[in-house]
């Protein structure tokens, strides 16, 4: 969704033509799916439609079942009686994550769509084996779009008019597309710049069929691997997903996160045209910019990528602590800089399909977290992580957050000694599945929430090539702003 822009067509005279790796992907692919059933699509009304989409969807879930149980397979025998701690282990396991990795990639090309969405999920997962998330980062950017005449229909279907009684210009080729919509450019009457938001056409139906597959796979995997426990992951992506494909929530969470920051200069929420917004079809404001860690334009703009950095995490640190309702894709195709002159810009805030509204008990007491993680208060540490759930596993929080052990010397925003690496490398490879596993089964769903999207900002930042203090002081100030109960 750059700046550079193309001249529009004008439709008046316009034709419009496993061990670890084995459950975290297989768990991936499966938190994009859900078992829930979808109401039924509109787009799909003949027969021969419902026929080919039950075809296509038989060939997905044949090529899902084939690579997953060649992964199974793959992890079960190759590994076999070598003893874990050994070094031979680890370098025959880092082989099998990438032989395994390059299938689930090859898988996800193939079938597209929901398998796409799998694929980027499981690559911004910070559990996952770095073999899994630099295969399925390529899947970031590769959403192929649908033929106009397909995204045609569903517009004058969902609107109930011609294109061109609605735009003035409409520009046939997407200017985004991702792996449940495209967005085309567009002119109103009123000569107000738009930008047209559009579900894929079959996409419910083909997602009954998709989940399904995914859902029974999820559960092979844990009954091969018992100490691989994902329901509830399952259960969560469920909801996350259904709001997802409701455009009508979407455009609720943008005006609710337009009202939280109404009084915030630098963020840009796209206005939503109500009388042309539906269930599958979004109507918004135009708002140029590039993406965020687009550093080449950041550079030739005069703009500081360090300043946009804390700015990016000041926003997401007020909706954290604040508001209590996150975003929770903050990858970089959603957020665009725009310029405003004098080395000034400001931050577009993009697809609001996926948000969290945090438990209000939850908010304070992660606000809590942060203020002991800060202080390296190892008792309210432990205190907060016996209401979290998770007991024990608690003491691995300021790794987690704050890259230091829960006993560490180093200031706020440094690096671990050489000792505490030591120490904190023989904890870890001490740790079975069965510990992270209960570890993740453990958070409530709002910490798991916070967890993705904190991973997706520190990949974001660290393009950016801003210092790790640049988080950890958003956080820290924003926790101050409600952190008023007593310890």
Request: charged share 25%.
């Amino acid at each position: 969704m750059g700046a550079n822009r193309r001249p529009f067509r004008f439709l008046a005279t316009s034709r419009v033509p496993l061990r670890l790796a084995t459950g975290i992907a297989v768990a991936g692919l499966a938190w994009q799916t859900s078992p829930k059933p979808l109401s039924a699509d509109p787009s799909l009304s003949s027969s021969g439609e419902k026929i080919k989409s039950a075809f296509d969807g038989v060939v997905r879930s044949s090529r899902a079942i084939y690579t997953i149980t060649f992964i199974i397979v793959d992890y079960k025998y190759y590994l076999r009686s070598l003893p874990p701690n050994s070094s031979e282990y680890r370098i025959k396991l880092s082989e099998v994550h990438l032989r395994s990795a390059r299938r689930l990639l090859r898988l996800c090309e193939a079938n597209k769509g929901f398998y796409v969405k799998a694929g980027q999920f499981v690559s911004s997962l910070r559990q996952v084996p770095k073999e899994y998330s630099s295969a399925l980062s390529s899947l970031q950017d590769q959403a192929i779009p649908c033929h106009f005449k397909d995204i045609k229909e569903v517009i004058t279907k969902n609107l109930g008019k011609d294109l061109s009684e609605v735009f003035l210009a409409f520009d046939e080729q997407p200017m985004a597309a991702a792996s449940i919509a495209q967005v085309h450019r567009g002119v109103l009457k009123d000569n107000k710049e738009v930008a047209i938001k559009v579900q894929y056409p079959g996409l419910e139906q083909r997602m009954k069929i998709d989940i399904t597959t995914m859902d029974i796979l999820s559960k092979l995997v844990s009954w091969i691997f018992p100490d691989y426990r994902f329901e509830r992951v399952v259960s969560e992506f469920e909801r996350a997903t259904s709001l997802e494909l409701d455009f009508i929530q979407e455009a609720n969470n943008s005006e609710r996160t337009a009202r939280n920051f109404k009084k915030n200069n630098i963020i840009k929420i796209p206005h939503v045209y109500w009388d042309l917004t539906t269930r599958h079809v979004l109507t918004m404001q135009f708002c140029s910019g590039h993406k965020v860690d687009d550093l080449d334009f950041l550079k030739d703009s005069g703009i500081n990528p360090k300043k946009v950095a804390k700015a990016l995490m000041e926003v997401f640190a007020e909706m954290i602590f604040v508001h209590g309702f996150l975003h929770g894709d903050p990858h970089p195709g959603n957020i665009l800089v725009s310029p405003e002159g004098h080395h000034r810009f400001s931050l577009v805030l993009l697809d609001h399909g996926i948000y969290r509204e945090l438990d209000e008990r939850f908010r304070l007491d992660y606000c809590q977290l942060w203020k002991a993680l800060i202080l390296l208060d190892s008792q309210k540490i432990q205190h907060l992580g016996e209401r979290f759930g998770v007991g024990k596993y608690s003491k691995y929080f300021p790794v987690i957050f704050t890259g230091r052990t829960i006993d560490s010397k180093s200031a706020l925003g440094g690096q671990m000694s050489n000792e505490e690496k030591k120490r904190l490398k023989q904890e870890l490879r001490s740790l079975r599945m069965e510990d992270i596993s209960s570890f993740l089964e453990s958070l409530p769903d709002d910490f798991l929430s916070i967890l993705r999207t904190d991973g997706l900002l520190r990949s974001i930042i660290s393009k950016l090539g801003a210092p790790r203090r640049v988080r950890l002081l958003a956080y820290a100030r924003f926790k101050s702003y409600v952190c008023t109960l007593p310890n």
